[in-house]
């Protein structure tokens, strides 16, 4: 599964918008929306404060691992 759609079901899961993720790290919901349908390819520094903010790991968010939980 592309990061995109790991990142819109975290969200979902979470009942958090792409606004209210995108306020938290600082970015504009555009770009977070072009993270989700695969526009924009994630910078890590992004990523980071993306797993900080939703608790999830970057693993998993990357495919690597299908553990959600960043514990």
Do not use: F, W
């Not at 992004?46 to 495919?63: H, P, Q, R, T």
Request: proline letters at 1%; glycine letters at 8%.
């Amino acid at each position: 599964m592309p990061i995109g759609q790991r990142l819109k079901k975290v969200l979902d899961e979470k009942g958090m918008m792409q606004k209210e993720l995108a306020e938290k790290i600082g970015v504009s919901e555009m770009v977070i929306s072009r993270y989700v349908h695969g526009g924009r390819i994630v910078s890590v520094s992004i990523l980071i404060e993306i797993c900080k903010s939703l608790n999830v790991s970057a693993d998993y968010l990357l495919g690597l691992s299908e553990v959600e939980d960043d514990t």
